[in-house]
C-alpha cells in the first residue's frame, strides 16, 4: 500500500516542498503547487494516516482552524525512496 501512496499523483512534490519549507499551512501548498482543494486534502489525510506527514492545528476566535502540515522522522526516510528512484533511471 505504502508504495501505491507514493507514486499517486503529486505526492512526491508535497513531500519534497514539505522538506524544502519544513512546516506548510494547506493554503500555502495548495497555492504552490497550484493543486485542487479537494485532491490535495484527500492526499494529505492519506499521508497523515500513513505517519509520513503531521498535522496541526491552529485556532485563531472561532473562526475554521489552520492546518499546517509537517514531514515526520518517518517521512523523511520515505524521502530515500525517491532519491533510490531517481539513481536508478540515471
Given at each position: 500500500?505504502?508504495?501505491k501512496l507514493l507514486t499517486k499523483k503529486?505526492?512526491?512534490?508535497?513531500?519534497?516542498?514539505?522538506?524544502k519549507e519544513d512546516e506548510l499551512q494547506f493554503s500555502d501548498i495548495q497555492s504552490i503547487?497550484?493543486?485542487?482543494?479537494?485532491?490535495?486534502?484527500?492526499?494529505?489525510?492519506?499521508l497523515e494516516k500513513e505517519g509520513i506527514v503531521s498535522r496541526r492545528e491552529e485556532r485563531e476566535d472561532k473562526r475554521i482552524p489552520k492546518?499546517?502540515?509537517?514531514?515526520?522522522?518517518?517521512?523523511?526516510?520515505?524521502?530515500?525512496?525517491?532519491?533510490?528512484?531517481?539513481?536508478?533511471?540515471?
Amino acid at each position: 500500500m505504502l508504495l501505491k501512496l507514493l507514486t499517486k499523483k503529486n505526492v512526491k512534490e508535497i513531500l519534497l516542498l514539505l522538506k524544502k519549507e519544513d512546516e506548510l499551512q494547506f493554503s500555502d501548498i495548495q497555492s504552490i503547487l497550484e493543486l485542487h482543494k479537494g485532491n490535495l486534502s484527500t492526499t494529505l489525510k492519506e499521508l497523515e494516516k500513513e505517519g509520513i506527514v503531521s498535522r496541526r492545528e491552529e485556532r485563531e476566535d472561532k473562526r475554521i482552524p489552520k492546518a499546517y502540515f509537517k514531514l515526520t522522522e518517518y517521512g523523511l526516510k520515505i524521502l530515500s525512496i525517491y532519491d533510490l528512484e531517481d539513481k536508478l533511471k540515471a
